[in-house]
């Protein structure tokens, strides 16, 4: 198949100019002005911008967590994705204690086999390091193309690791130039402050948002700069909420240091009032929680200033049903909420319409720099002759209403719901296939791959 994009605005994280592109077969073949090629489609943007499929790298897809599963699978959740404009996706496949990190691969490629509507990876959670996991990082880099691992500094008992443990993983994974991810909260504080408020009876929500306060995500984030830095890993902090923890990122600057950090919309548009609407409340359950609108301002600036370079959902939703199992306390309410659709819609509306950042950030933090990290930049995160067909048809003037009657996500709740957006996809392509035509999927369920990723450029 041949399609030619006429007339666009093609933005990437450096460019910003009018052009066509020639997509034949999977990838992008030509750009430049006024093409003449007889093609078998031709779509007029004019008036569009045209930027590169997104890259969301925190997903949890169909993932077993706190008594439920998480309620998008690989299914539902890549359609989602696609109508968001987000055409890669990075879910978690999580070691269960006692098993290789070589069988959570294979269980979670099981779970999305057939099922993706979108291109997907996964990277792994190490829960139970020993011995022998040790020896199983060389292979999932250089054959199973799985080249970042996720641990854990909270979770205790469930996905919690130690900082010997952590130190190497650190260790094997830099002798393959892998990258560690961390979910980066002080696990022990965290149990203290929720035995405490559980010894009093505060068992609401509002307690969920007190007992992880900023300080238990600055300690974490300050230790784990300090063990990647004396690893030398290449190491990336996963939704960050607040400015005491991107202030130790900014602090290890000074000698040097870069570390790589994702935060999430929500962390950049919502605030704690979220936790003053009862057991309402359990919709923004997550953790980290939700934090304070000078945090809000905090994470906006340090994408400006290039501390902050990815932002991901960590969309992990629950059904309504769920939540409800911790309606008398809080730490049966699954943690986690929807996001993975209005990622893009999201960042464009409050982001680059708010003058926030630029439209080139706003590709930088959706895609480019996702590709960069995790391996992907020899087909994704631009818009580049050889190239995926990845490639997005945005309008950017479009209002419309974020809400659960109308989104993608299977869940029965939104977390942004009566949000008012600017700018709306139109045309998603994936590897060369018109995948979203306005509100209809073209493709069909089963044409997103599993890709093997390279190691961090
Ligand atoms: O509350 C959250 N974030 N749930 C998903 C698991 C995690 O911690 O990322
Ligand atoms: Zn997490
Ligand atoms: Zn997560």
Request: proline residues 3%.
């Amino acid at each position: 198949m041949s399609i030619l994009i006429k007339n666009g605005r093609i933005i990437t994280a450096t460019d910003d100019y009018i052009a066509d592109i020639l997509i034949e077969g999977e990838s992008i073949s030509a750009i430049g002005k006024d093409l003449k090629f007889e093609t078998e489609k031709v779509f007029d943007a004019s008036g569009m911008l045209v930027f590169p499929g997104g890259i969301d790298p925190h997903v949890h897809l169909d993932m077993p967590f706190m008594g439920a599963f998480s309620s998008d699978d690989h299914e539902t959740g890549t359609r989602a994705a696609l109508f968001g404009g987000t055409t890669m996706l990075i879910d978690y496949a999580i070691q269960a204690k006692g098993n290789s990190l070589h069988s959570a691969l294979e269980t979670w490629k099981n779970r999305a086999k057939g099922k993706a509507y979108g291109d997907y990876s996964f990277h792994i959670a190490v829960t139970d390091f020993n011995e022998s996991v040790k020896e199983e990082f060389k292979d999932l880099i250089e054959n199973e193309g799985i080249t970042s691992f996720k641990t854990f500094m909270a979770y205790k008992g469930a996905l919690m690791i130690d900082d010997k443990q952590m130190l190497s993983i650190m260790n094997e994974v830099k002798k393959y130039a892998g990258l560690v991810a961390v979910h980066a909260t002080n696990g022990d504080m965290i149990d203290y402050l929720v035995e405490k408020y559980k010894s009093q009876n505060k068992l609401s929500p509002w307690y969920h948002y007190l007992s992880q306060p900023e300080l238990t995500e600055t300690e974490a984030s300050g230790r784990f700069v300090d063990l990647a830095y004396l690893s030398g890993v290449n190491a990336y902090i996963v939704h960050m909420t607040c400015e005491g923890a991107l202030n130790k990122v900014r602090e290890a600057t000074k000698r040097n240091q870069k570390m790589l950090v994702e935060t999430c919309p929500q962390y950049l548009l919502l605030d704690a009032s979220v936790y003053k609407k009862g057991f309402d409340s359990a919709k923004w359950v997550m953790s980290p929680p939700i934090r304070e609108k000078k945090d809000n301002e905090s994470l906006w600036a340090g994408i400006r200033q290039g501390l902050v370079h990815v932002v991901g959902t960590d969309h992990c939703p629950f059904m309504w049903s769920d939540k409800l199992k911790g309606k008398d306390d809080f730490t049966k309410i699954p943690n986690g909420a929807p996001g993975l659709e209005h990622r893009i819609e999201l960042l464009f509306s409050e982001g680059v319409r708010k003058n926030r950042i630029s439209l080139n950030k706003f590709i930088e933090i959706t895609s480019t720099n996702a590709a960069n990290f995790f391996g992907l930049s020899h087909k994704k995160g631009t818009i580049a002759v050889g190239s995926d067909a990845d490639i997005v048809i945005f309008d950017p003037e479009r209002k419309h209403t974020i809400s659960a009657k109308t989104h993608h996500h299977r869940c029965d709740y939104s977390a942004y719901e009566g949000f008012e957006v600017t700018g709306k996809v139109k045309n998603v392509f994936l590897r060369g296939k018109l995948a979203i035509d306005e509100d209809k999927v073209l493709v069909e369920k089963g044409y997103g791959k599993f890709l093997k990723r390279k190691t961090p450029c």
